[in-house]
Every structure is written in structure tokens, then in C-alpha cells.
């Protein structure tokens, strides 16, 4: 069964670093999201993006943070200088379309940020 | 604002026993909703979806029913397994469409 995978599952930086978390989503997918997941809070959206450009973003998604379809597979989130309250599961996830459409969640990659 | 998800945080039941999972949400334009688990440690995982022309949808051991009229829905799972332990949001698209607004979830846990 296809699945997104997300690399690497766990990340340990140090504030004011760049990060990329790394995505591979489903290949027949075409929309793309991050969303984040501080430990014990809700799954909350950050970003989605579709024909190479983001289609909304929160207002979590400041400018620190970027978004990238380097080549056909990959999908990264970059976070340009970490900070502490940065540190979050963030999970992956892609659909076949937008509206109503199931999306599919990678395992998440694990944010340290020290 | 819009809100989808408003969960009870616990729910302990009895192996064996079928689980009722509730959640409430806001938005009247709200019309497709979707149930996702959680394991520890792993991402969010679809376990059905409803839509809003619907008022029951039924899975492999999971039923969704939707009352739109309460604003509310829940996920029933028959027969509990120790392997059901997960936290469970319900969670449905934005008016936008282009995200999923996720609720705080309910804690499923499972007496032996």
C-alpha cells in the first residue's frame, strides 16, 4: 500500500540553526501539506501546496519558514533559524485532490529544538 | 471562527466492549467530516469519512453517524481491542477547503 515517508524521524538542533525536514509523499498525489503537532496539543495546519507554489499557509507559517518541491518526489520544509517553541512533531501529508479528499499523513519527524 | 472537533479528552472502556467517540463542531457549511486515529508516535491515520448528504457510514467495525441538526457526530467501534488504544479527532476541511481543522481529540484507553 502507498505511504509517506518523512526523514528523518527524529531531529535535534540548536536554536537559531536551519532545519529541512524531508517528505516523499504518494506518487499520484498532487497536493501537498505540513502540518505540526506541539507534544500533547492538536494537529495544527501549517502550510498546503499545489502546482508548485503554496496554496495557503497559517499564520504559523511565518518567514522563517519555506517550502519545496526540489524534484518530483521530495516535498521539504525548511525552518530557517529554529526556535525553541519550534519544537513539534511535524507530519507530512498528501492528496489526490483538495476538498473533501482523504489525506494520507507520513509518521512525522520529531523537532528538538535545544 | 470556525471550530470542528470539540472532543471529550478521555474515554476508558472495557475490552470487548463498543466505544462511542463524540464530537461537536461549529460550522452549519461544514459537508465532509473525517475520523482520523492516532497511535503514540505516529502520524494521524483516516479511519472513515462522512459526508454531509449522508447520516450514517459504516467501515469495517467502525460506524460514523452525523446529526447535522445538533451539530454533531461520533464514531462508534464495535468490539474493543487492545490495539484501538489511540487518540481519535474528528476533523473536516476549512471553508476555504484547502486544510483540515483538526479538534483537541479523545484518549481512547482500554481496560484489560
Known amino acids: 500500500e502507498p505511504e509517506v515517508t518523512q526523514t528523518p524521524s527524529h531531529q535535534v538542533t540548536q536554536m537559531g540553526q536551519e532545519v529541512i525536514l524531508r517528505c516523499v509523499p504518494i506518487s499520484n498525489h498532487l497536493y501537498f501539506y505540513w502540518y505540526r503537532q506541539i507534544l500533547g496539543q492538536k494537529v495544527e495546519f501549517l502550510v498546503s501546496?499545489?502546482?508548485?507554489?503554496?496554496?495557503?499557509k497559517s499564520e504559523i507559517f511565518d518567514d522563517q519558514f519555506s517550502v519545496e518541491r526540489p524534484d518530483g518526489s521530495n516535498f521539504t520544509l525548511k525552518i530557517r533559524s529554529t526556535k525553541l517553541e519550534d519544537s513539534a512533531m511535524y507530519f507530512c501529508?498528501?492528496?489526490?485532490?483538495?476538498?473533501?479528499?482523504?489525506?494520507?499523513f507520513g509518521p512525522g519527524t520529531r523537532l528538538t529544538v535545544l | 471562527g470556525e471550530s470542528v472537533g470539540l472532543h471529550l479528552p478521555t474515554l476508558s472502556v472495557q475490552e470487548g466492549d463498543n466505544s462511542i467517540i463524540n464530537c461537536a463542531y461549529s460550522?452549519?457549511?461544514?459537508?465532509?467530516f473525517i475520523w482520523y486515529k492516532q497511535e503514540s508516535g505516529k502520524g494521524p491515520q483516516f479511519i472513515i469519512d462522512?459526508?454531509?448528504?449522508?447520516d450514517k457510514r459504516q467501515g469495517q467495525r467502525v460506524t460514523v453517524l452525523l446529526n447535522k441538526t445538533v451539530k454533531h457526530l461520533s464514531l462508534q467501534i464495535a468490539a474493543t481491542q487492545p490495539g484501538d488504544s489511540a487518540v481519535y479527532f474528528c476533523a473536516g476541511p476549512d471553508s476555504s477547503a484547502s486544510k483540515i481543522i483538526f479538534g483537541s481529540g479523545t484518549r481512547l484507553s482500554i481496560r484489560p
Open positions: 501529508a498528501s492528496s489526490v485532490a483538495a476538498s473533501g479528499n482523504e489525506q494520507f
Open positions: 460550522n452549519s457549511a461544514s459537508d465532509y
Open positions: 501546496f499545489y502546482n508548485n507554489e503554496i496554496s495557503e
Open positions: 462522512i459526508r454531509s448528504n449522508m
